[in-house]
């Protein structure tokens, strides 16, 4: 079946630093792939996705590229701000018959200190 | 885009007792969806919330501990039954906006439901 291996946070940065959380999977065919980030008291919030190998999903500064050769969809952002402390998740939806399915990583819990 | 919230935010339950959760959207959708969010883990989906028909639950979920219902295109409860102490989790509601192709479907999600079972 599919699945989502992230890096282990928690993650803690300063002001400006530069971030990059790893995101490798395993799945058959050519999935989705996303970025969710859940800000402190609130719902996922999609920040970004790729729907094709070698597309690149950019937002708010955040950017990830889908790899296909390597199964991966790092997400980086040069220069982190406190407002990006989060709970960042990778997820992909397989190009099967259930393809409005999402299967998640455990998530990467981002502090950025001032 | 669409908008999700859901009631209650959070709750401590006893023991045998069950809960039922709502999600509305502010608009009509084709598809709706229950997570759960166990601590330190990453989501997992309960079930598909089907219009007019039973709901699909994933491997592991069944419909006696977690009854869904989805009367309209726009709201789901998902109830959690019997709670046992491994019941406690965040619940989130999440629903897929019918425009565009399927596969280019955005899901969004709603705020979550803390539940806590003593």
Not at chain 1, 54 to 63: A, I, L, P, Q, V
Not at chain 2, 86 to 111: K, M, V
Request: proline share 5%.
């Amino acid at each position: 079946g599919n699945s989502v291996t992230q890096m282990e946070g928690p993650v803690t940065l300063s002001e400006e630093a530069f971030l990059t959380i790893n995101c490798t999977y395993t799945a058959t065919g050519y999935p989705s792939l996303f970025w969710y980030v859940q800000y402190p008291g609130e719902g996922l919030q999609l920040l970004l996705k790729a729907t094709k190998a070698d597309d690149k999903g950019s937002n708010k500064g955040f950017e990830a590229t889908y790899r296909k050769e390597t199964t991966s969809f790092h997400l980086e952002k040069g220069s982190v701000q406190v407002s990006d402390s989060a709970v960042y998740f990778c997820a992909l939806r397989g190009s099967g018959g259930s393809n409005y399915k999402l299967t998640f990583g455990k998530g990467t819990l981002l502090t950025v200190n001032p | 885009s669409a908008v999700i919230s859901q009631k209650p935010s959070r709750d401590i339950c006893q023991r045998g007792t069950s809960l039922t959760i709502q999600c509305q959207v502010d608009s009509q959708v084709t598809m709706m969806f229950w997570y759960r969010q166990q601590p330190g883990q990453s989501l997992t989906l309960i079930a598909t919330a089907n219009q007019g028909s039973e709901a699909t639950y994933e491997s592991g979920f069944v419909i006696d501990k977690f009854p869904i219902s989805r009367p309209n295109l726009t709201f789901s409860t998902l109830t959690v039954s019997n709670m046992s102490p491994e019941d406690s989790s965040i619940y989130l509601c999440s629903a897929s906006h019918p425009s565009g192709t399927r596969i280019n479907n955005e899901q969004f999600f709603g705020p979550g439901t803390r539940l806590t079972v003593l």
